[in-house]
């Protein structure tokens, strides 16, 4: 008799319809021995104030500014901004994409904030109680209202974990608002548009509900939101929180889909941290529907950790995956069962 394929088992490739990217999944691959980098497990301990810390209250920036006592949440002009608001034009000489194939430029004006989410430098969202986290869900909202009435893209994300990137471990995130959409943004929202024209409902709102019924995937869900390790992830726990009605950015988000978020999220974001007993490392961030519109995109965030099979074994893509095609090796199935036995 034939052997029968078995997703859980056998290689395969998944498409991811926002991007319509493939990712190889080789589930064989986690019986492979490691002896490649580890790192050291993040630490686990921190003060509820460090005066070393430029994000604490009351001490100096590294631009040499002094935050005021903030006792909530604190909001200020990053002091190293990627993107700056005016922004001389491109002058006659410069190289334009328009006439130029290969030395392509153009005008890239931008705003870019810091949001500290408490003054104290160890409550990581993870650890906040809902009322805590709902407090920076609004922040996120007021926020993005207000830098959308004059940007063409609001990005809302936050990096944790200094082997994801984070120059600080005070939790924080930030905002870069800009007058172009960024490249992830364009595709998907194409991606999304596409799709409602050809089933006139939005693609991300579809796949929830689709997720919902099959359950194999979600990590944890409310009536009205959902994080699950989507079905083409390419980050070993990598998830997508998504809403369960039609939300187009965070300007829809009422008082009671913000205390739903905070139940959904907290409970995602405490399983990471039990899941290897230390605080998750990741990069998230939130899309939606530009400020000129479109028919389509929906909100949703993205967790990407780079933690592969414990605290000190993380995933860097490595030249097959750079040069070739994304790969992972545990099965988003397994991912999603392995976050929902922490609970």
């Known amino acids: 008799m034939a052997e029968r394929f078995d997703s859980a088992t056998h290689p395969h490739r998944r498409r991811n319809p926002l991007t319509g990217e493939w990712v190889v999944v080789s589930p064989q691959r986690t019986k492979r021995p490691w002896q ?4 050291d497990g993040a630490d686990a301990s921190a003060p509820t104030f460090d005066p070393s810390c430029y994000l604490c209250p009351g001490n100096v920036r590294a631009g040499g500014v002094t935050n005021p006592d903030y006792t909530h ?10 993107l700056l608001p005016s922004v001389p034009g491109l002058a006659d000489g410069d190289v334009n994409p328009a006439v130029d194939d290969l030395f392509g430029m153009a005008h890239a004006d931008g705003e870019c904030r810091v949001l500290c989410f408490s003054p ?8 906040m109680s809902p009322a805590e986290l709902g407090v920076v869900i609004d922040l996120w909202r007021d926020q993005f209202e207000e830098l959308g009435e004059s940007w063409e893209w609001v990005q809302l994300f936050e990096t944790r974990g200094a082997i994801s990137g ?6 924080h995130g930030q905002i870069w608002s800009s007058n172009f959409l960024p490249n992830e943004i364009a595709t998907e929202t194409a991606a999304q ?3 409602w024209s050809t089933h006139r409902s939005p693609m991300l709102l579809d796949y929830a509900e689709r997720e919902v019924a099959v359950r194999d995937r979600v990590v944890a869900v409310n009536e009205q939101w959902v994080a699950v390790v989507p079905y083409w992830a390419y980050w070993p726990y990598e998830t997508l929180v998504l809403p369960r009605r039609p939300l187009s950015s965070f300007a829809d988000v009422d008082d009671g889909d913000s205390e739903a978020l905070a139940d ?4 995602m974001l405490r399983a990471f941290d039990r899941l290897f007993g230390v605080p998750f490392p990741y990069c998230s961030g939130w899309h939606g529907t530009p400020r000129s519109g479109g028919d389509g995109p929906q909100l949703h965030a993205h967790y990407y950790p780079p933690l592969l099979r414990s605290a000190d074994i993380a ?8 040069l070739a095609n994304l790969q992972r090796d545990l099965t988003p199935e397994s991912a999603a069962a392995d976050l929902r036995a922490v609970l």
């Open 36 to 39: 490649g980098q580890t790192d």
């Open 73 to 82: 949440t604190f909001v200020f002009e990053n002091d190293f901004a990627a």
């Open 120 to 127: 104290r430098h160890d409550l990581t969202l993870a650890k």
């Open 166 to 171: 984070a120059s600080n471990p005070h939790p």
């Open 193 to 195: 548009s596409g799709y």
């Open 264 to 267: 959904v999220l907290g409970q």
């Open 315 to 322: 995933k860097i893509p490595a030249s097959y995956e750079l």
